[in-house]
T-cell receptor
């Protein structure tokens, strides 16, 4: 079963508007972390925002916020006031708690295109 | 501050050839990872290491070997390259003492196997 699901292969948004990128996850571990990364056309992976499973409030980082709905197992990324430079691939990822590899499990990504 | 570096940035191989990808980090991280990224599939874990001298398999280890002889270096080897190994390879490192610690990624290596 997919641990991270991103159902939107591609999204369009007008410049200066807000956009929500969906992410659902599956885990039975009570301790986990959710991450969003941006991958521009240049290829590097840029960390955007983090949400912990025990965090009471939704995470925010500048124009990025995470709409965390624990009961629904969703962690959607909201980008406010979109800019042309936001055009990129966006990946949702999860790390589960406990000992071990502590690797990230990634979704398949959403390609966001910001239109002028 | 170099962070995580990868060598080479791009390589073309013929089927059956071998090569080694080098990852180096200068952040004194214990954990290092190799991922591959294929179109439409996100990143998948190939191998990882939780410290110098240790390695372990990830989700897609077949056809690859790794070594971590020095803490700062993590090598990924392809003994006999196949077209299915055409991909972008990312190295990452971190000290995931808790779930919230992010990983730091290298710039990626684009590999084409003909």
């Amino acid at each position: 079963a997919q641990k991270i699901t991103q159902t939107q292969p591609g999204m369009f948004v007008q410049e200066k508007e807000a956009v929500t990128l969906d992410c659902t996850y599956d885990t039975s571990d009570p301790s986990y972390g959710l991450f969003w990364y941006k991958q521009p056309s240049s290829g590097e992976m840029i960390f955007l925002i983090y949400q912990g499973s025990y965090d009471q409030q939704n995470a925010t980082e500048g124009r990025y916020s995470l709409n965390f709905q624990k009961a629904r197992k969703s962690a959607n990324l909201v980008i406010s006031a979109s800019q042309l430079g936001d055009s990129a691939m966006y990946f949702c990822a999860m790390r589960e708690g406990g000992a071990g590899r502590r690797a990230l499990t990634f979704g398949s990504g959403t390609r966001l295109q910001v239109q002028p | 501050n170099a962070g995580v570096t990868q060598t080479p940035k791009f390589r073309v191989l013929k089927t059956g050839q071998s090569m080694t990808l080098l990852c180096a980090q200068d952040m004194n991280h214990e954990y290092m990872y190799w991922y591959r990224q294929d179109p439409g599939m996100g990143l998948r874990l190939i191998h990882y290491s939780v410290g110098e001298g240790t390695t372990a398999k990830g989700e897609v280890p077949d056809g690859y070997n790794v070594s971590r002889l020095k803490k700062q270096n993590f090598l990924l080897g392809l003994e006999s390259a196949a077209p299915s190994q055409t991909s972008v390879y990312f190295c990452a490192s971190g000290n995931p003492s808790s779930v919230q610690e992010t990983q730091y990624f290298g710039p990626g290596t684009r590999l084409l196997v003909l």
